[in-house]
């Protein structure tokens, strides 16, 4: 059995409803409220399966009807009762937590048939409006793939910008870099520089020093001239008078080696001639 709560402000479409479903054996109205404090004083006292929501009702709309319902009484399901078939009425029942939404005009049978799906645990939509927000699921849909490709060209536009800036930026701290290095290059040729002069004004300093010690100790260990000279022209004399006679015994030596010379070449020209006629001999 399917205990069933009709909520409507108008007492026609209440008794017309409640004369529809009672002739079915599995249906059963436990209740009938014109509003939604009177719908949650029936729903506290009587467990409800399936409850029918007007859409439109002073003090409390169907959409709010359903949100506290879903809150307060999860076990218990709501169908949305409207004569609006606009897809933004339809979505705001399903977001509020509707399982069916019917048209006023449906007939008997298909809102008996939607009671039993909804039941089941199935979602209900009138005749004509799963099209209708099907076709507005579709709209959406190509307006969302619009917005991405808009937003897709945007994103590329915003990458190729942000490339080129960082491009730019790498260009100008690249550049930034070769000034400072080509500063301190400048400034380690500098320094070199200044060390070289330094180098070169320290080694000129001490070779004029050491020239300058150099000369001093030569000037202050400079013998004595002409005591010098008496001893050179005394070694002069005895050395004439050794040289003399080396001399003389020289020239007889070299008269006697002089001598020796000749008859050694004689001697040697005999024996090229005695080792040619030797060889001229064998080798007949």
């Not at 960082?166 to 380690?188: G, M, P």
């Amino acid at each position: 059995m399917i205990r069933l709560l009709i909520v409507d402000d108008q007492n026609f479409t209440r008794q017309a409803l409640q004369a529809i479903l009672e002739t079915e054996p599995d249906l059963e109205v436990v209740g009938k409220a014109i509003n939604g404090h009177e719908a949650f004083k029936y729903m506290e006292q009587f467990q409800v399966d399936i409850m029918i929501v007007d859409l439109e009702m002073p003090e409390m709309s169907g959409l709010t009807v359903t949100k506290i319902t879903s809150q307060r009484f999860p076990q218990t399901k709501v169908i949305i009762l409207s004569s609006h078939d606009d897809e933004d009425n339809i979505n705001a029942a399903v977001e509020a937590g509707a399982k069916g939404y019917l048209l006023k005009n449906t007939s008997a049978q298909e809102i008996i048939d939607t009671i039993r799906a909804i039941q089941r645990g199935y979602f209900q939509l009138g005749p004509g409006l799963f099209e209708k927000l099907l076709s507005h699921l579709i709209k959406e849909k190509e307006q969302a793939a619009d917005k991405l490709a808009q937003l897709e060209d945007k994103y590329a536009q915003s990458m190729i910008g942000l490339e080129e800036k960082i491009l730019a930026k790498n260009e100008a701290e690249r550049q930034e870099l070769y000034q400072e290095i080509e500063l301190q290059v400048v400034s380690l040729k500098q320094d070199f520089r200044k060390g070289l002069e330094n180098f070169q004004y320290q080694v000129s300093n001490q070779l004029q020093s050491g020239l300058n010690e150099a000369n001093n100790r030569f000037h202050s260990s400079f013998p004595d001239i002409q005591k010098i000279e008496t001893q050179i022209d005394h070694q002069n004399a005895e050395q004439q008078r050794y040289i003399n006679a080396l001399f003389v015994g020289t020239k007889q030596a070299i008269s006697k080696l002089e001598k020796q010379i000749d008859f050694t070449r004689h001697f040697a020209i005999f024996l090229s001639v005695a080792f040619v006629i030797v060889n001229l001999f064998f080798s007949r």
